[in-house]
């Protein structure tokens, strides 16, 4: 026999694999991991500690204020809103 060359091995083994099974690799949407020091592992995870409980915190605000019924609205204590009801209409 004469030897085949890789890339032709490479391709029959593959069809022979296709032929075996219908297992299938899932695509790679990421770039494969990396190894991390300690201290980069440690400063990302505070890092989306942080993030956590800041996104936590407003979603516990937010819940809060519906339960509340509370409504933000605009004070303008110099402006033209407070100053409406002090307006005198002549009827004449």
Known sequence: G?????EERR???K????????ARLPPLYHSPAKLLSIEESIAIQIQQKEAYEEMQA???AQKL???LNIK???F???GEASMQYR????ED
């Not at 069809?15 to 219908?22: N, R």
């Not at 307006?87 to 002549?90: K, L, Q, S, T, W």
């Open 87 to 90: 307006e005198v209409r002549d």
């Open 15 to 22: 069809k022979h694999l296709d032929d075996i099974t219908a």
């Open 65 to 67: 204020a519906e339960r």
């Open 76 to 78: 303008e204590p110099e």
């Open 11 to 13: 391709l029959r083994d």
């Open 72 to 74: 933000m609205l605009r």
């Open 2 to 6: 004469s030897p085949v060359p890789a």
């Open 58 to 60: 407003k979603l516990a």
